[in-house]
């Protein structure tokens, strides 16, 4: 096994690997109220949209911004959701792992419950988030290359 750094997948298909696998913790993370937002915002047309990539930006940012300050990264988004994943020994990244989901739900905790009131000029919105956590190996693949 080999160490993990961000590099690791790019510099092994450079060299001819098109799959691999490292021990990690990963998050999954989901947002619910995303679906009546943004069905809402949508009937607004251009004005609904500035306001839906505003509110992307406050919900997601946040979150992005602990992942990687616990030296994960995001390897796709999902809907409105996301993966996240902390390459290395399960001790250290479980905890890491850890940190992050606490962070992340206290970002959304109100005096109401476990979710977030967002106040927007075309209504209230409420958005939660849950989060699943696993440990163990992560198996890596390139789907199509052309490489040779």
């Known amino acids: 096994m080999h160490s993990f750094n ?3 997948i790019p510099e092994s298909y450079v060299d001819g690997g098109l799959n691999g ?12 109220g995303f679906t ?6 949508f009937q607004y047309h251009h004005q609904g949209a500035e306001v839906l990539s505003a509110l ?6 946040e979150m992005v911004c602990q992942v990687y300050a616990r030296q994960g990264f995001i390897p796709m988004f999902a809907g409105d959701g ?12 479980a905890e890491h792992a850890w940190q992050t989901a606490v962070s992340i739900q206290k970002h959304f905790r109100s005096a109401r419950g476990p979710f977030s009131i967002y106040v927007t000029p075309y209504g209230n919105f409420e958005i939660g988030v849950k989060i699943g956590i696993a440990v163990g190996e992560v198996d890596w693949g390139i789907l199509y290359s052309d490489h040779q």
Do not use: C, H, K, M
Not at 56 to 61: S, T
């Open 6 to 8: 961000d590099t690791t």
């Open 21 to 32: 696998r490292f021990s990690a913790s990963v998050l999954f993370i989901d947002i619910s």
């Open 36 to 41: 009546p937002l943004t069905e809402t915002l």
């Open 56 to 61: 992307l930006g406050d919900v997601f940012g």
């Open 82 to 93: 996301f993966f996240a994943v902390f390459p290395g020994p399960a001790a250290e990244t």
